[in-house]
């Protein structure tokens, strides 16, 4: 069979599955199999493939047609140009999140004097997505990474090494294990914000998909805001406050993220953010 005719077949299935992506995941897969680029799979359809390579190729698509996602088949995932390596134990970095990394530097750029080192804490860093993201960004900020869970600190560090980015990693609930001083600081957070009840509303694609990812990266109590309610909690307990908090929310129960953050920091300038699907997605809190 020719590139053609498997990428024909494969992305058929994927379709009669639902999947919004059938085409681009067919694409990726067969890239991963016969270890290229996309772009050269697509310049040679007529390339013909070998029995192992369309075994194993029809075996990742098998898996994906159960909803398995292309990341975790892969075992990787591009985040704002850098591969990040994935885990089934670790969240998969969303395109959305992408846009809270721009926020961020975006404040950075614009608040911190030249040459001067601005601290970020990223809490509940996972595959250290966010916070390699803004090194790469702003390699002249002070950057840490707090994480409660021990796979995902080892795959971040793994990350930054692969990346040569420097990041201190440090094994953390919330701020708790954060000793330094949160003067100047800006907190940027995507922590778990999903309500569980929220998951009717989902396509079968994306509910299927979320059943491959740690529930303890997902979801935080009704409404999705007790990890939030910490956050801010930990904050609120210490004298010295930070600069800035940039939070990825969810979207069902944006007003109710919103008046939390208000009510934690009635003094702050709070607003909320839409991402590029317009739907309200993160909150910008200046101190
Ligand atoms: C939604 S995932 C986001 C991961 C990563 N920041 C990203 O954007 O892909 C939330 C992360 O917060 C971590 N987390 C949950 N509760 C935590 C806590 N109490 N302290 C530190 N990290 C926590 C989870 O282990 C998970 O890695």
């Known amino acids: 069979m020719t590139i053609a005719q498997v990428l024909t077949k494969a992305s058929k299935l994927l379709i009669t599955k639902k999947i919004t992506s059938a085409y681009l995941d067919a694409e990726v897969l067969l890239a991963f199999v016969l270890k290229t680029s996309r772009e050269k799979v697509l310049a040679h359809p ?4 070998s029995l192992a390579q369309i ?12 909803y398995e996602p292309v990341a975790h088949l892969i075992s990787y995932k591009f985040f704002y140009g850098l591969p990040i390596k994935g885990l089934p134990q670790v969240l998969i970095p969303r395109p959305e999140t992408e846009q809270l990394v721009e926020l961020v530097a975006e404040y950075a750029n614009k608040t911190v004097t030249k040459g001067s080192k601005m601290p970020i804490l990223d809490v509940g860093t996972g595959s250290g997505c966010i916070c390699l993201a803004l090194k790469k960004i702003l390699p002249q900020a002070q950057i840490w990474g707090l994480e409660l869970s021990t796979e995902a600190l080892k795959l971040a560090r793994q990350n930054a090494k692969n990346l040569g980015l420097s990041v201190d990693f440090i094994k953390s609930d919330l701020l708790a294990g954060f000793k330094g001083n949160l003067q100047d600081v800006v907190i940027v957070a995507n922590l778990p914000y999903l309500d569980r009840q929220e998951l009717r509303d989902f396509s079968v694609e994306v509910r299927r998909g979320l059943s491959y990812e740690p529930a303890e990266a997902l979801f935080a109590g009704r409404h999705g805001l007790s990890a939030y309610r910490k956050l801010f909690k930990q904050i609120n307990q210490r004298e010295d406050k930070p600069r800035a908090i940039f939070i990825e929310i969810g979207s069902a129960f944006w007003r109710d993220f919103l008046k939390l953050a208000k009510d934690n920091f009635p003094q702050a300038e709070v607003s909320s953010l839409r991402d590029l699907c317009g739907k309200q997605r993160f909150i910008k809190i200046i101190l």
């Open 55 to 66: 075994k194993k190729f029809q075996s990742l698509i098998a898996r994906r047609a159960k």
């Open 46 to 49: 007529e390339r013909k493939l």
